[in-house]
């Protein structure tokens, strides 16, 4: 089946891409023919998105990106997950690639957690995550519901953070270790305000959450980005949208298993 924002396949090098225009997808109209195709690797898929232009190609720290006024993200209906401002006051918006390359493909995901099985005694667990994309969320708290866990959601690694805080204090005050009440951290890679490379090294260098592992969940996928997340201390890396994967992580971790035979 192909959908109106997808335009067909192209070979590139003997591979079938898949090409999503871009503007068709987000409804805006074009003042040129878009005849530029950007090529990129997600999550080890790679597709290709017709734009009308490049403008400027520049490398951010994600710290300088910010988290979409709410009037911004219910009128592009959650497709912006982060906004920046460039010099002559430039504002540049962030796109959920996952979003749309999960709404341009259309695919039914719910087979993908039928052969999950609960923890035993699940309700145990709590687990918190962060992830900017709303498709990716939605997908964790599938997972999560399925394993029968607990959980706390963050949109970036700031909120995560600042959760995380509150539960230290929390378990402080209570005479308790936090790793008592969260099992576990799962976190996204690119984040606004901040990321999960940064929110990694906070956790790993603050005596309060020793014993918590921390999951590192992405759909970059290269092996720089898993060797930069075990250097700020990541336990596992996990690629983004493979759930079975991912429970099965979670399950062992959970367990007590630090057994890194799945690591790669």
């Known amino acids: 089946i192909q959908w109106p924002e997808q335009e067909g396949m192209v070979s590139l090098r003997g591979v079938l891409v898949p090409v999503v225009d871009l503007g068709k997808y987000a409804h805006i109209a074009p003042d040129q023919p878009r005849e530029i195709m950007i090529v990129t690797e997600y999550n080890g898929r790679t597709q290709g998105f017709l734009v009308e232009a490049v403008d400027t190609i520049l490398r951010l720290d994600w710290s300088q990106m910010r988290v979409p006024p709410d009037m911004l993200t219910a009128n592009m209906g959650g497709l912006v997950t982060a906004v920046t401002e460039l010099p002559g006051n430039k504002l540049v918006m962030m796109l959920d690639v996952e979003k749309v390359l999960s709404e341009t493909t259309r695919y ?11 923890i035993d005694d ?108 075990k250097s700020v201390g990541v336990d596992e890396y996990v690629p983004k949208f493979e759930p079975q994967r991912l429970s099965q992580t979670l399950r062992r971790l959970m367990n007590g298993d630090s057994n890194t035979s799945d690591k790669k």
């Open 108 to 118: 039914d995901d719910s087979f993908m957690f039928k052969d999950i099985d609960p």
């Open 122 to 229: 699940g309700s145990r667990h709590t687990v918190l995550f962060a992830d900017d994309s709303s498709v990716a969320r939605k997908q964790i708290t599938q997972t999560l519901d399925v394993l029968g866990v607990r959980y706390i959601a963050a949109i970036n690694g700031r909120q995560a953070w600042e959760e995380l805080k509150k539960l230290a204090n929390h378990a402080e005050n209570s005479g308790r270790k936090v790793r008592d009440m969260l099992s576990l951290v799962l976190t996204d890679v690119e984040m606004p305000e901040m990321d999960g490379y940064i929110l990694t090294r906070n956790i790993k260098s603050d005596p309060r959450f020793e014993g918590v592992p921390v999951v590192m969940h992405s759909s970059l996928s290269g092996m720089s980005n898993q060797q930069l997340g």
